[in-house]
């Protein structure tokens, strides 16, 4: 979808987020617009707290870390060379529900693609907020850094037992949520 702003500015509303598994395993159907209104974000972002910056869990941090960096691609590949966006993901998401779901992975990789063909190369990445719901659920918002504008990204952890397991994650290029 695209908005043409007052400014006179073209933005694109990049969104892309998982889809939430049932117990079984299977994809839920998405719900429809009458029982859930449309998204306006990568995932509804309401801030009725001060962003916490601090770093998540060492594991965590490491996996998210690693999924930016792997990002960034291989200055060294050749130019049209795209494969560091498929490894980035295919590394991040294994082991999870959503690694398995290879359509959904392609979709990630796919927008992923068209969001830095838009706002350029990935720079680096920073939390924006770190909060726990409840004492199992971690939910991280990150803005990357590209030549054009930051892109927003979240990932929400679950930890069912003693290791926390990425369930959600998103990302989009609408910065309204950060402003509300």
């Known amino acids: 979808m695209k908005r043409l702003l007052l400014l006179g500015f073209l933005t694109l509303d990049l969104v892309a987020r998982a889809q939430s598994v049932t117990p079984a395993g299977s994809a839920s159907a998405t719900p429809s617009a009458v029982t859930n209104p449309p ?9 009725n707290h001060k962003p916490n910056p601090t770093a998540p869990p060492a594991e965590v941090a490491q996996a998210v870390n690693s999924f930016f960096k792997t990002l960034q691609g291989d200055p060294t590949a050749p130019p049209n060379s795209q494969d560091f966006y498929e490894k980035a993901y295919d590394t991040f998401l294994s082991g999870t529900a959503l690694g398995d779901q290879k359509e959904k992975t392609s979709y990630f990789i796919s927008k992923t693609q068209e969001a ?11 939390i924006f907020d770190n909060y726990s719901v409840g004492s199992n659920v971690l939910v991280l918002t990150y803005l990357s850094r590209h030549p054009m504008q930051p892109l927003l990204w979240r990932f929400i952890y679950y930890r069912p037992e003693k290791t926390w397991k990425l369930i959600n994650l998103g990302f989009g290029d609408n910065l309204y949520d950060l402003l509300d």
């Open 116 to 126: 830095f063909g838009i706002y350029g190369p990935l720079k680096d990445a920073e």
């Open 39 to 47: 998204a306006r974000g990568i995932m509804p972002l309401t801030l």
